[in-house]
């Protein structure tokens, strides 16, 4: 059973850089499928973040793609998002996820608890 | 962006019930549909993918229809386990993209 865990600071700064730390255990995320990251504003819907597959390869939301960066570290076997220039609008619980496959089906079968990062001075 | 459209916003049912949310995408997506459902304060659920085919350990009350825009999660009998909010979302293409949520209370 995978299990994935988000952590890193509950609160940062505007103009800085938000940086959370997925750590996954239960399957090495270099064997196979995507790890991403979803977000969901306070009282409001989900947003895809983005994902990278078992390789590194990255797929990012537009939206946010100037700003994101989303990393491996195959040694502790977990993965990372840094989102840069922070604003208000970035306040959001944030969570890692993973998309498994089944024939042409690619879709989240895990979630982790969710991280609130609050942007503010 | 595919956007997707979830109706109603809120429905308010008695235990026993059955329950129906409607999902429709901008344009066709095959089949290539998932549903969450999130209770207060918890992260998303995975109940279904493929628009009708259940995760593994997700109870049979729940099902899914629907091919290309206009899908359906249906729950057959509600119990009050089953409140919170519940999310359609497509992965045909990216960005990913879900829908606004339908929340579900009990009477």
């Known amino acids: 059973q995978v299990q994935l865990q988000e952590s890193g600071p509950g609160v940062v700064k505007p103009s800085e850089t938000l940086s959370l730390t997925c750590a996954v255990s239960?399957?090495?995320?270099?064997?196979?499928?995507?790890w991403g990251w979803i977000r969901q504003p306070p009282g409001q819907g989900l947003e895809w973040i983005g994902n990278?597959?078992?390789?590194?390869?990255?797929f990012f939301n537009p939206s946010l793609k100037s700003r994101v960066t989303i990393s491996p570290d195959t040694s502790k076997n977990q993965f990372s998002l840094k989102l840069t220039s922070v604003t208000a609008a970035d306040t959001a619980v944030y969570y890692c996820?993973?998309?498994?496959?089944?024939?042409?089906?690619?879709?989240?079968?895990?979630w982790g608890q969710g991280t609130l990062v609050a942007v503010s001075s | 962006d595919i956007q997707m459209t979830q109706s109603p916003s809120s429905v308010s049912a008695s235990v026993g019930d059955r329950v129906t949310i409607t999902c429709r995408a901008s344009?066709?997506?095959?089949?290539?549909l998932a549903w969450f459902r999130q209770k207060p304060g918890k992260a998303p659920k995975s109940l279904m993918y493929?628009?009708?085919t259940l995760l593994s350990g997700v109870p049979s009350k729940f099902s899914g229809s629907g091919s290309g825009t206009d899908f359906t999660l249906t729950i057959s009998s509600l119990q009050p386990e089953d409140l919170g909010t519940y999310f359609c979302?497509?992965?045909?293409?990216?960005?990913?993209?879900f829908g606004g949520g339908t929340k579900v209370e009990i009477k």
């Open positions: 990278m597959d078992h390789t590194g390869i990255t």
């Open positions: 979302q497509q992965y045909i293409s990216y960005p990913l993209t």
């Open positions: 493929g628009a009708s």
């Open positions: 239960g399957y090495s995320i270099n064997t196979a499928f995507y």
């Open positions: 996820v993973r998309r498994v496959r089944d024939r042409f089906h690619w879709f989240i079968d895990s």
């Open positions: 344009q066709d997506i095959n089949n290539r």
